[in-house]
C-alpha cells in the first residue's frame, strides 16, 4: 500500500479500454495522477471510450498506434489483463525502464485493509461469492472485487482500516503484480488452461504460486491438498499453510469423510456439516466450500457464521446452474467452464442422461480426460465454434458417437431441445472460451438461459 502522493502528477499511461482500464483512469485520476489511454482496437473511437468515464474525468486517448513519445514522457504503465506481458509491445516499456504494474496492484497500493486473495484455475467465483457473503455476514465494509467482474481500482479509494476487500485474481492479474500481498490468499487447484498465454505449466503454475510471494509466516495460504501443483506449493509458502482435500483424511486441515466436511487439528476431527445441508452440487463445490470455510476462519469469523452463510449460498451464475424444468428435462447452466478440467466437474456433478453442449475458442487445451469424463452420462455431444471439429475427433477416438455439428448457438440449443427426453438433462459446459461467437461467458450463458426459459412447457 502507499501513499496516493507517490502518483501525484504523474503521467501513468492505462493500457487496455475494458473495465479495468477504466477503473484504473478514474482511480488514477482521483489520486491527482495524469492518466493516459491507449487501446490498440482501431475500430474504437475516441468519444466511445470517453463516455465510459464518470463524468467530468479527464485523460487523454489514442487509439490504433501508440505515438514514441507518450513512451518518452511516462513513468508507470497500467496493463489490463488482457494485455500479454511477454511480447515486443510490452518489452518497449522494459527497455525504457518503464514499471509495469496491472489494476490489482495500482488498486492494492491505494488501498487499506485487509485483503484476501483467490486464485486457481476453477472455482475462483464460486468460492470469492461465498467468501464474500461470509465476511458480510461478518463485518460491515466488505468488497468482492477483481476477476469476479468489479475493478478493484472503483473500490480502492473508498477502503478504510476496517474494511475487507475479497479479491478474485486471474493469472493475467497475477502476472503484473509487485507488492500485493493478501492477508489469506487461496490457491484452488492448478490445471491446464490459458496455455495459448503462458506457454507451459511451469510458467501457469508459477505465476499462479506467485498471488504468495510477498506473504509473511504471520498471513495464511489455504491450499487443495488434491492438486499436485498445489501441494508442491505447500513445501515453499512463505504464509502458514492450511489444507483441504476431498479425497484424504487430514490430521491437519478441512477434509470430505464419506457425505461430511470436517475439521482435524493436531490429530483429533470435528464434524462441521454434512454436504447436503447446502445448495450446491457436485464435487467441486464440495472443495470449494471447503475453501472457503478454510480462508473465513483464518479471517477470525466464527464457525457458526461461516456454516450459517454457507447452508443459504446458492450457486453462482454461470456455474452448473439449474436454469429450469422444460418438459421434463433439466437445464443447466455451466457456460463458465471454459476449460475442460472446468468442465469435467459439470459432468460430475449430472445424475441424468445428458446432452452436453461444448465447443468454442481454442486456447490450446487437449481434451482427452474432459470426454473421458464423460462415461455413460452423455447421450449426445452438441459441439459449436472454432474447436467443434477438433473435440469431435477427440470424442470419436474415446468411442463418442452420436456427435452432431452446429453452427450456431440457437441451433445447438434447438439440437439438444429434440434430442433430449423426458429424465434427461441438458448442459450447457463447453470446455473452452466463448471468444469468437460471444464478447464474454456471461453472455454465453444468459442466451441459453433466455432460450431455455422461452420454451414452451409442452410442445
Not at 525504457?96 to 484455475?121: H, N, Q, S
Not at 466488505?142 to 479479491?167: F, H, K, M, Q
Not at 472446468?342 to 446432452?355: C, E, L, R, Y
Amino acid at each position: 500500500m502507499c501513499d496516493n502522493k507517490d502518483l501525484q502528477g504523474k503521467r501513468v499511461l492505462v493500457i487496455g479500454s475494458g473495465l479495468s482500464g477504466m477503473g484504473a483512469v478514474e482511480a488514477l485520476c482521483h489520486v491527482g495522477a495524469h492518466p493516459i489511454l491507449f487501446d490498440a482496437n482501431n475500430q474504437l473511437s475516441i468519444e466511445t471510450v470517453k463516455a465510459k468515464l464518470a463524468q467530468g474525468t479527464e485523460v487523454d486517448v489514442f487509439l490504433g498506434e501508440l505515438p514514441e513519445e507518450i513512451l518518452e514522457s511516462v513513468s508507470l504503465a497500467v496493463f489490463s489483463p488482457g494485455v500479454p506481458t511477454d511480447t515486443e509491445f510490452a518489452e518497449k516499456f522494459r527497455a525504457k525502464d518503464i514499471k509495469i504494474w496491472g489494476e490489482i496492484e495500482l488498486a492494492y497500493r491505494l488501498g487499506k485493509g485487509k485483503v484476501i486473495g483467490i486464485t486457481g484455475t476453477n472455482g475462483k467465483t464460486t468460492t470469492t461469492s461465498l467468501v464474500g457473503e461470509i465476511m458480510s455476514a461478518y463485518c460491515s465494509n466488505v468488497d468482492v472485487v477483481g476477476n469476479i467482474g468489479n475493478p478493484y481500482t472503483l473500490t480502492a479509494l473508498n477502503t478504510t482500516e476496517d474494511s475487507v476487500t475479497v479479491a478474485e485474481i486471474s493469472s493475467f492479474q497475477l502476472e503484473t503484480t509487485e507488492r500485493f500481498c493478501p492477508d489469506v490468499s487461496a490457491v484452488l487447484n492448478i490445471t491446464p488452461d490459458h496455455l495459448n498465454r503462458h506457454h507451459t505449466m511451469e510458467n501457469y503454475a508459477a505465476v499462479k504460486e506467485a498471488i504468495t510471494k510477498n506473504q509473511t509466516d504471520k498471513q495464511t495460504c489455504v491450499l487443495n491438498y488434491d492438486n499436485a501443483y498445489t501441494r508442491a506449493i505447500g513445501d515453499r509458502c512463505p504464509a502458514q499453510v492450511v489444507w483441504f482435500s476431498s479425497t484424504h483424511r487430514l490430521t491437519d486441515g478441512f477434509y470430505l469423510e464419506g457425505e461430511d466436511i470436517c475439521l482435524s487439528e493436531d490429530g483429533t476431527a470435528v464434524h462441521l456439516m454434512n454436504i447436503h445441508d447446502m445448495n450446491l452440487v457436485g464435487m467441486c463445490n464440495v472443495e470449494n466450500v471447503m475453501a472457503a470455510i478454510a480462508v473465513t476462519r483464518a479471517m477470525g469469523v466464527p464457525m457458526e457464521t461461516i456454516l450459517s452463510v454457507v447452508r443459504e449460498f446458492k450457486a453462482v451464475e454461470h456455474r452448473i446452474e439449474f436454469v429450469a424444468n422444460k418438459r421434463g428435462v433439466d437445464y443447466y447452466n455451466d457456460s463458465k467452464g471454459t476449460n475442460p478440467d472446468a468442465a469435467i466437474q459439470g459432468i460430475k456433478a449430472m445424475s441424468k442422461p445428458t446432452v452436453l453442449i461444448g465447443g468454442g475458442y481454442d486456447k490450446q487445451s487437449e481434451y482427452d480426460e474432459w470426454i473421458e469424463a464423460f462415461g455413460d452420462k452423455v447421450k449426445c455431444l452438441v459441439l459449436i465454434g472454432q474447436t467443434r471439429e477438433k473435440i469431435a475427433d477427440c470424442a470419436r477416438k474415446h468411442g463418442v458417437e452420436n456427435i452432431i455439428l452446429a453452427d450456431s448457438f440457437e441451433e445447438a440449443f434447438a439440437i439438444c431441445v429434440k434430442q433430449a427426453q423426458k429424465g434427461d438433462a441438458v448442459l450447457l459446459s463447453p470446455a473452452c472460451a466463448s471468444w469468437g461467437m460471444f464478447p464474454n461467458y456471461e453472455v454465453r450463458g444468459k442466451l441459453f438461459k433466455e432460450l431455455v426459459n422461452n420454451l414452451e412447457e409442452s410442445e
